[in-house]
């Protein structure tokens, strides 16, 4: 019997006593308290032992209190129980007077059917569903992976309620899920909904054909339905065969857009998805609204001839942009393009604050690795950069840097951060993160020398930072841990973890913080209406950056949220500063 029933059974008597009009000190040797301590210290808990408790009263009998014991099995007085020696490992307890009397028996739980039932094989719906339950990633929604249907949506004819059948997504019947996580987001989205509601009415885009290739998440189905109430029409596919939500993609085809992704899309289906969105009879659009390059490129590619009624290009990542400009660089841009990624409403907000908060969420999710006196990498110490390290610093790991530029080395150092050369602490670093836009950056020599455990991602955009390319040989073995975690195994046993096969970590394998994404959006939608709407000759043939004013008043929608209330210049003070009292207050070339 536990020390634990014991102890009960003697409070039960103590209680009686006290009914009884007795009242026993603490320090008692009958008392409960001062048994149960002698009982912990003179007789151990006995292994594997439980008892099942009876009740006090049979139904319908009364009782002189809830915890009153049953006077027919339970002795007269408080007493120590010891072991019977002369009954089979029975007990009894010892009166006040001396005389030995029985304890109640109790039955013991039984086990034997739960010990059948584990040693049972599970049904194949049954090995899924444990599967699920141990192994997969946290980042994958109940409704994303609620379909066991492993056919291509590629092979599926799905149709809305309303019988449109233009899209292609992993299930159509998410939708109704879908469309609560995108009115979640709406409420963490005030300046796109306020930028809703005041254009609307005006239609800014009316007329406009918007082709996307942005990560398709709640936040993006927010943007896109704002550009439809401003008059857009809108096609869209992924930048990231990882970032897709399955659900918002349905609510989205079922609201009459033309989506065409799903979350694990093959390299193939990738480009399939874009060429679908491009590529329709009848439909010919006017405006690119990429993330990345890739669907720009693919229309350079493919249907050149496009161009011809392209009025702009809106691109927002860091690779997208290098690209344009190698394209202008080299006379072969032929329509103007509006750099987001440079804007400050980007680089001071969503490349730097939605990434310290969203690297501790991806590694999180994916490893459930401690970051305390962890050894860090961040390779790049751009906006990108900056939020992760000190993300990281905050959680107590030892963080270093790895930089080109002089200028973010000086920063690296001076905010307490080891500048390295990567090869120099490779041996030793838990963790290695890229943040670069670059190619190559961490290649098949470091990876060779990575200690083993080490676990390597990407935060950058697209997945060639990261030499993937070079761990696909024989002589490696990749082992599927759970959903966007690969080890890659080494010969002699060493193994890494991959996080995303070297793609974007954050949209891949966790979330990102909507109202950061949703100053983003803001920004993109205002750029798709200052090119859609300028008149010919204001732009030409080259890469912009989105005027100031605009980034001022992206900036002024999210105020209200925080209860803020901006400082108004005097005259005197405008004219001071040489500044319109109503801004913009930064020059152009201010980043």
Known sequence: MSVQVVAAKMA???????????????????????????????????????????????????????????????????????PDPQQNGGEAFVNRDGTVAEAPRMKKIQFADQKQEFNKRPSKIGRRSLSRSISQSSTDSYSSDSSDDETSPRDKQQKNTKGNSDFCIKNIKQADFGRREIEIAEQEMPSLMALRKRAQGEKPLAGAKVVGCTHITAQTAVLMETLSALGAQCRWAACNIYSTQNEVAAALAEGGFSVFAWKGESEDDFWWC??????????????????????????????????????GIVEESVTGVHRLYQLSKAGKLCVPAMNVNDSVTKQKFDNLYCCRESILDGLKRTTDVMFGGKQVVVCGYGEVGKGCCAALKAMGSIVYVTEIDPICALQACMDGFRLVKLNEVMRQVDIVITCTGNKNVVVRENLDRMKNGCIV???????????????????????????????????????????????????????????????????????????????????????????????????????????????????????????????????????
Not at 16 to 36: E, H, N, R, W
């Open 457 to 591: 991602c990407n935060m950058g955009h697209s997945n060639t930072e990261i030499d993937v390319a070079s761990l696909r040989t024989p002589e490696l073995t990749w082992e599927r841990v759970r959903s966007q975690v690969d080890h890659v195994i080494w010969p002699d046993g060493k193994r890494i973890v991959l996080l995303a096969e070297g793609r974007l970590l954050n949209l891949s394998c966790s979330t990102v913080p909507t109202f950061v994404l949703s100053i983003t959006a803001t920004t993109q939608a205002l750029a798709l209406i200052e090119l859609y709407n300028a008149p010919d000759g204001r732009y030409k043939q080259d890469v912009y950056l989105l005027p100031k004013k605009m980034d001022e008043y992206v900036a002024s929608l999210h105020l209200p949220t925080f209860d803020a209330h901006l400082t108004e210049l005097s005259d005197e003070q405008a004219k001071y500063l040489g500044l319109n009292k109503n801004g913009p207050f930064k020059p152009n070339y201010y980043r």
């Open 274 to 311: 874009i060429d679908r969105c491009v590529n329709v009879e009848g439909w010919q659009p006017n405006m690119i609204l990429d993330d990345g390059g890739d669907l720009t490129h693919w229309i350079y590619k493919k249907y050149p001839n496009m161009f011809k009624k392209i009025k």
């Open 12 to 82: 039960e008597v103590e209680l009686k006593d006290v009914a009884a009009g007795k009242q026993l000190p603490a320090d008692s040797p009958t008392s409960p308290i001062s048994a149960g301590l002698s009982l912990a210290r003179n007789y151990p808990h006995e292994a594997g032992s439980s008892v099942t408790a009876e009740p006090s009263a049979k139904a319908g009998e009364g009782s002189p209190g809830l915890l009153a014991p049953n006077a027919a099995k339970m002795p007269q007085a408080s007493a120590m129980k010891r």
